[in-house]
């Protein structure tokens, strides 16, 4: 990364705009050239990376869902932000592997710290733990608000968008699928992303 040259480039942006130096934006050009290094720190990384490591569960192949997963990450289409709540959940495969809990929220994480299309983000995921693991099944699912719909265009804030992706034998119709997709809503709905009708 050129922080250096990311920074000239934010200062020509403000100057575009007609933005004044002043003692509070004197120094932005480089604060917003450091944000963006930490916002886009994934493209240095590879989530899978996180899913190496594994060991051999019970011989039961129980689900495992780790909901209430934090995300932001950055819009590819107005750099705006995208915040809201990931579930990520596999059931083991033949062989048993699993992985540490934190290991799929660092998945999520690296996935995130990159310009990102919620679509493509939840997809992600999902393949990254079904390729590592070989699981029977593998999902992810987000739900979030779009900075894009809140602040510019039609300026929806409570406005929440939702994307599912499934790996292996799994489906919408699953059984796993659906326990999934009902783990994730009752987590985004205690942590306050929907209500009590979502």
């Not at 050239?33 to 192949?61: M, N, V």
């Amino acid at each position: 990364m050129d922080l250096d040259r990311a920074a000239a480039a934010v200062a020509e942006l403000l100057d575009a705009f007609g933005v004044q130096a002043d003692d509070h934006t004197r120094d932005t050009p480089g604060r917003v050239a450091r944000a963006w290094a930490e916002r886009l720190s994934g493209y240095g990384e590879d989530p899978a990376r996180h899913l190496a490591t594994t060991f051999t569960g019970p011989p039961s192949g129980d689900l495992v869902v780790v909901s209430g997963i934090r995300v932001t990450t950055t819009c590819a289409h107005h750099l705006l932000p995208i915040t809201g709540t990931a579930t990520v959940a596999y059931r083991p495969g033949e062989q048993g592997r699993l992985v540490g809990l934190s290991k799929l929220a660092r998945v999520v994480e690296d996935s995130a710290r990159r310009l990102q299309v919620q679509e493509t983000l939840t997809y992600q995921v999902a393949a990254a733990v079904s390729g590592a693991l070989d699981p029977v099944g593998a999902g992810c699912v987000i739900t979030a608000h779009h900075g894009c719909m809140a602040v510019r265009g039609i300026r929806q804030p409570a406005a929440l968008t939702m994307t599912a992706s499934w790996q292996g034998r799994w489906t919408p119709q699953s059984t796993d699928a659906r326990t999934v997709l009902d783990e994730h809503r009752a987590s985004a709905r205690a942590g306050g992303l929907i209500g009590g009708g979502g």
